[in-house]
């Protein structure tokens, strides 16, 4: 990926850091493409388009007014028809939610794979928000695992006390 090009392209040439001349989350959203493309690296695979998706939709979300917007009973109907899209998809079990890191408004419903080793944890492995549909499926590798960073530890101990003993390993 050219992001550590143009990043020390612009420090050498010009002393401008790429993280201040763009917006943070356009930012992190940036580096967490440079994220999957290194793991599919590892692993000799080829990115693919899928790892620019929570870039574009940031930036589309940055400049759509609608998204900024908060209509209580409006975003109320999308949370639930997509909590019931979720159910049916992924089932009633495997799933918590959080805020959306990418229109700071919705709700994304994050499909979670627990695992008890070496310590309990949640490794998001698809996502889907309810106001700017975001959508990160199962074959985006590590996508929905490097975006969503904002599961806090309290949704992980409400998960684990509701579900532990449904997960084998």
Aim: hydrophobic share 35%.
């Amino acid at each position: 990926m050219a992001v550590p090009f143009i990043e020390s392209f612009l420090m050498e040439s010009r002393q401008i850091s790429l993280e201040k001349l763009i917006r943070p989350d356009i930012y992190k959203e940036i580096k967490v493409a440079e994220r999957v493309c290194l793991r599919l690296k590892q692993e000799r695979s080829q990115p693919g388009e899928y790892v620019l998706y929570t870039v574009g939709t940031r930036l589309i979300a940055t400049q759509s007014n609608y998204l900024s917007s908060y209509d209580g009973e409006r975003d109320f109907e999308l949370l639930k028809i997509k909590e019931r899209e979720i159910e049916k998809k992924w089932g009633a079990n495997w799933f918590l939610f959080t805020p959306c890191l990418i229109c700071d408004g919705g709700t994304i419903f994050v499909k979670v794979h627990p695992s008890k080793k070496p310590m309990r944890t949640l490794k998001p492995l698809a996502a889907e928000c309810s106001k700017c549909e975001l959508i990160i499926t199962d074959s985006d590798k590590y996508l929905a695992e490097y975006h969503i960073d904002n599961i806090d530890d309290i949704a992980i101990k409400e998960f684990w006390n509701k579900y532990e003993e449904y997960v084998d390993e």
